[in-house]
Protein backbone atom coordinates (compact mmCIF):
# COMPACT_ATOMS: atom_id res chain seq x y z
CA UNK A 1 0.00 0.00 0.00
CA UNK A 2 1.91 3.45 -1.10
CA UNK A 3 2.16 5.63 1.85
CA UNK A 4 -0.90 8.70 2.10
CA UNK A 5 0.29 12.12 2.00
CA UNK A 6 -1.61 15.55 3.58
CA UNK A 7 -1.65 17.95 0.86
CA UNK A 8 -1.19 21.45 1.16
CA UNK A 9 -3.49 23.79 -0.33
CA UNK A 10 -1.71 27.30 -1.64
CA UNK A 11 -2.25 30.10 -4.14
CA UNK A 12 -0.78 29.31 -7.72
CA UNK A 13 1.23 32.37 -6.94
CA UNK A 14 3.19 30.74 -3.75
CA UNK A 15 3.85 27.33 -5.87
CA UNK A 16 7.47 26.96 -5.97
CA UNK A 17 9.52 24.12 -8.28
CA UNK A 18 9.98 21.88 -5.62
CA UNK A 19 6.60 21.56 -3.94
CA UNK A 20 4.77 18.31 -3.73
CA UNK A 21 1.65 17.34 -2.30
CA UNK A 22 -0.22 20.51 -2.85
CA UNK A 23 -3.64 21.99 -4.16
CA UNK A 24 -5.09 24.61 -6.07
CA UNK A 25 -8.39 25.81 -6.41
CA UNK A 26 -9.32 27.48 -9.55
CA UNK A 27 -11.45 27.91 -12.89
CA UNK A 28 -10.35 26.00 -15.93
CA UNK A 29 -9.71 28.71 -18.37
CA UNK A 30 -8.89 26.14 -21.17
CA UNK A 31 -9.21 22.45 -21.19
CA UNK A 32 -7.31 20.70 -23.78
CA UNK A 33 -6.45 16.91 -24.09
CA UNK A 34 -3.76 16.38 -21.80
CA UNK A 35 -3.52 19.51 -20.02
CA UNK A 36 -5.61 22.78 -18.76
CA UNK A 37 -4.89 26.21 -17.60
CA UNK A 38 -5.72 26.92 -14.00
CA UNK A 39 -7.18 30.34 -13.59
CA UNK A 40 -7.30 31.21 -9.35
CA UNK A 41 -8.14 34.65 -10.11
CA UNK A 42 -4.83 36.12 -9.23
CA UNK A 43 -2.69 33.95 -11.37
CA UNK A 44 -2.31 31.11 -14.24
CA UNK A 45 -0.87 28.02 -14.06
CA UNK A 46 -0.84 25.20 -16.58
CA UNK A 47 -2.31 21.44 -15.19
CA UNK A 48 -1.28 18.36 -16.86
CA UNK A 49 -3.17 14.77 -16.02
CA UNK A 50 -3.30 11.39 -17.07
CA UNK A 51 -7.47 11.72 -16.79
CA UNK A 52 -9.54 14.76 -18.56
CA UNK A 53 -11.70 16.02 -16.42
CA UNK A 54 -15.48 16.46 -17.92
CA UNK A 55 -15.40 19.52 -20.04
CA UNK A 56 -18.47 21.09 -18.25
CA UNK A 57 -16.61 21.89 -15.13
CA UNK A 58 -16.70 25.36 -13.85
CA UNK A 59 -14.62 25.09 -10.16
CA UNK A 60 -12.39 22.34 -9.32
CA UNK A 61 -9.17 21.95 -7.24
CA UNK A 62 -6.24 19.96 -8.48
CA UNK A 63 -3.92 17.54 -6.77
CA UNK A 64 -0.95 16.94 -7.20
CA UNK A 65 3.28 18.23 -7.36
CA UNK A 66 4.86 21.20 -8.86
CA UNK A 67 6.75 20.54 -12.03
CA UNK A 68 9.05 22.48 -14.11
CA UNK A 69 8.26 22.26 -17.52
CA UNK A 70 10.98 24.70 -19.85
CA UNK A 71 11.83 26.96 -16.98
CA UNK A 72 7.68 27.61 -15.84
CA UNK A 73 6.16 26.42 -12.95
CA UNK A 74 3.34 23.77 -13.54
CA UNK A 75 1.57 21.56 -11.82
CA UNK A 76 1.18 17.19 -12.54
CA UNK A 77 -2.17 16.60 -11.27
CA UNK A 78 -3.08 13.28 -9.34
CA UNK A 79 -6.22 13.93 -9.42
CA UNK A 80 -8.99 17.20 -9.75
CA UNK A 81 -11.72 17.15 -7.66
CA UNK A 82 -14.89 19.04 -9.46
CA UNK A 83 -16.28 21.83 -7.32
CA UNK A 84 -18.65 23.93 -9.38
CA UNK A 85 -21.31 22.86 -7.00
CA UNK A 86 -20.14 24.57 -4.00
CA UNK A 87 -20.19 28.75 -3.19
CA UNK A 88 -17.20 29.96 -4.78
CA UNK A 89 -17.44 33.64 -3.06
CA UNK A 90 -17.58 32.05 -0.11
CA UNK A 91 -15.44 29.07 -0.91
CA UNK A 92 -12.50 31.69 -1.59
CA UNK A 93 -13.31 34.14 1.68
CA UNK A 94 -12.59 31.55 3.82
CA UNK A 95 -9.22 30.42 2.23
CA UNK A 96 -8.25 34.47 2.36
CA UNK A 97 -9.10 33.85 5.89
CA UNK A 98 -7.04 30.72 6.83
CA UNK A 99 -4.36 32.15 4.78
CA UNK A 100 -3.89 35.35 7.45
Known amino acids: MPPLHSYKEKFIEELKQDDEFICVAGYPAVINENSLLLDDGKSTINVYFN ?5 DVKFIKVFGRAINMEGITAIQADFIQDLSKIDTFLYNKVRLLLKK
Open 51 to 55: EKPAT
